[in-house]
């Protein structure tokens, strides 16, 4: 018997009794986190004290309905009633795992870190409220859409290689955010990248169908196509947004990271594989078709070396698949259609000669590493120094 109908079927006395003491708990926790959420923070942190206490207050209405709405009451329409328990616990559980720690941790490190992205948003003209920064993250940077909250390693804020990666981050808002206009075109040449990319894999397995080959290559396709729609194009056009807004420091930095905590550079899932990011590879072989768009051919080319010298260390390479799953001629469409996308919503586009404190520090902080990397990390200090004053005056 499913665990649904079980619950079909159980009398009322168990199920109301197990409802009208769980509910009440969960509702005393609710009202617990909202007492939690602290008062008088910084302004940054105004929007997502509401989301929180916004969202906690949804949840207990919820709740609320499960012990007084009638239809509840029903015997049928138990399923529905744990279905909801369920939903308003999940709720509840990301808020208190995901934004109240954020709220709660707003000291000194993240003044700095929200500054920066402060300065950011600034410097480039990006059309949106900016999320709220925390080094709450136990993995890497990601972005929570719902909270406007963008968490970051705990000690990011003190040094520069990977802060290119808040670049991507503000991306994901452009293309998750409903009913904005100012945005639009941006999703917009997202959908038509998603066309693209769809006519492509229906080609491709068309072309199986008609050689009539192993089976296996058309799930390979179905699968890769699949993945691109659910997540890589979203990967790839942060990517890219990051590439037009800032420049090489992207490109270096996703090096960096590939080099630290990357795999298999060329890794395509194949039977029971999943990823839900694109291989490092093909992200860098789109990040350099946008650098060359935007006036960066030469640094492009250094940066290709420094990337292939990598790769032969790593002691990786493609094969057949990889080229199969991400053509190059695709992802240079792909740089294509975000460029327009990314001018479109009026962010100013980074070029050689573009001067801004944020964007030349992280520039000129991988021209460091490179030229001199036994002396960088005496560098890097004083750079970050010089950074977090100039965005506590001008911020």
């Given at each position: 018997?499913?665990?649904?109908?079980?619950?079909?079927?159980?009398?009322?006395?168990?199920?109301?009794?197990?409802?009208?003491?769980?509910?009440?708990?969960?509702?005393?926790?609710?009202?617990?986190?909202?007492?939690?959420?602290?008062?008088?923070?910084?302004?940054?942190?105004?929007?997502?004290?509401?989301?929180?206490?916004?969202?906690?207050?949804?949840?207990?209405?919820?709740?609320?309905?499960?012990?007084?709405?009638?239809?509840?009451?029903?015997?049928?329409?138990?399923?529905?009633?744990?279905?909801?328990?369920?939903?308003?616990?999940?709720?509840?559980?990301?808020?208190?795992?995901?934004?109240?720690?954020?709220?709660?941790?707003?000291?000194?490190?993240?003044?700095?870190?929200?500054?920066?992205?402060?300065?950011?948003?600034?410097?480039?003209?990006?059309?949106?409220?900016?999320?709220?920064?925390?080094?709450?993250?136990?993995?890497?940077?990601?972005?929570?859409?719902?909270?406007?909250?963008?968490?970051?390693?705990?000690?990011?804020?003190?040094?520069?290689?990977?802060?290119?990666?808040?670049?991507?981050?503000?991306?994901?808002?452009?293309?998750?955010?409903?009913?904005?206009?100012?945005?639009?075109?941006?999703?917009?040449?997202?959908?038509?990248?998603?066309?693209?990319?769809?006519?492509?894999?229906?080609?491709?397995?068309?072309?199986?169908?008609?050689?009539?080959?192993?089976?296996?290559?058309?799930?390979?396709?179905?699968?890769?196509?699949?993945?691109?729609?659910?997540?890589?194009?979203?990967?790839?056009?942060?990517?890219?947004?990051?590439?037009?807004?800032?420049?090489?420091?992207?490109?270096?930095?996703?090096?960096?990271?590939?080099?630290?905590?990357?795999?298999?550079?060329?890794?395509?899932?194949?039977?029971?594989?999943?990823?839900?990011?694109?291989?490092?590879?093909?992200?860098?072989?789109?990040?350099?078709?946008?650098?060359?768009?935007?006036?960066?051919?030469?640094?492009a080319s250094e940066i290709e070396t420094r990337w292939n010298d990598f790769v032969a260390v790593s002691g990786s390479r493609a094969e057949p698949e990889f080229g199969r799953c991400f053509p190059s001629d695709l992802l240079e469409q792909i740089a294509v259609k975000s460029l327009e996308g990314t001018r479109g919503i009026g962010v100013r586009i980074v070029e050689p000669a573009t001067q801004d404190i944020f964007h030349d520090t992280?520039?000129?902080?991988?021209?460091?590493?490179?030229?001199?990397?036994?002396?960088?990390?005496?560098?890097?200090?004083?750079?970050?120094?010089?950074?977090?004053?100039?965005?506590?005056?001008?911020?």
């Amino acid at each position: 018997m499913s665990r649904l109908a079980l619950w079909q079927g159980c009398g009322n006395k168990f199920v109301d009794d197990y409802f009208q003491g769980a509910v009440r708990q969960l509702m005393e926790r609710g009202q617990l986190l909202i007492s939690l959420i602290p008062t008088g923070l910084p302004r940054e942190f105004h929007l997502l004290q509401k989301i929180c206490n916004d969202k906690l207050v949804g949840v207990l209405q919820d709740l609320q309905e499960l012990l007084t709405k009638v239809d509840f009451t029903l015997p049928k329409n138990q399923p529905q009633r744990l279905r909801q328990f369920k939903r308003a616990i999940r709720e509840m559980d990301r808020v208190e795992m995901i934004g109240i720690p954020a709220l709660e941790r707003s000291k000194d490190s993240d003044r700095h870190l929200n500054r920066y992205v402060e300065r950011i948003r600034k410097e480039i003209n990006y059309p949106l409220l900016p999320p709220v920064v925390t080094p709450l993250s136990q993995s890497y940077f990601q972005t929570f859409i719902d909270f406007s909250l963008m968490r970051v390693p705990f000690s990011e804020g003190s040094f520069l290689l990977h802060l290119p990666d808040m670049y991507h981050e503000l991306a994901h808002p452009l293309l998750l955010t409903k009913f904005e206009t100012r945005i639009k075109p941006f999703a917009t040449a997202f959908l038509e990248t998603l066309n693209i990319v769809t006519r492509y894999f229906d080609k491709e397995l068309d072309k199986e169908r008609r050689r009539q080959g192993p089976e296996l290559f058309t799930f390979y396709l179905t699968q890769w196509r699949k993945y691109w729609e659910i997540n890589w194009n979203i990967e790839f056009f942060c990517d890219l947004f990051a590439v037009y807004t800032l420049g090489p420091a992207f490109a270096w930095s996703h090096l960096h990271l590939s080099a630290t905590r990357g795999e298999d550079p060329f890794n395509v899932p194949t039977l029971g594989g999943y990823s839900s990011h694109p291989a490092d590879g093909a992200r860098m072989t789109a990040i350099l078709h946008g650098l060359k768009l935007i006036g960066f051919s030469s640094k492009a080319s250094e940066i290709e070396t420094r990337w292939n010298d990598f790769v032969a260390v790593s002691g990786s390479r493609a094969e057949p698949e990889f080229g199969r799953c991400f053509p190059s001629d695709l992802l240079e469409q792909i740089a294509v259609k975000s460029l327009e996308g990314t001018r479109g919503i009026g962010v100013r586009i980074v070029e050689p000669a573009t001067q801004d404190i944020f964007h030349d520090t992280l520039n000129r902080a991988w021209d460091q590493f490179w030229s001199n990397p036994a002396g960088y990390v005496g560098w890097e200090k004083k750079a970050v120094e010089r950074l977090r004053q100039d965005c506590a005056n001008n911020c």
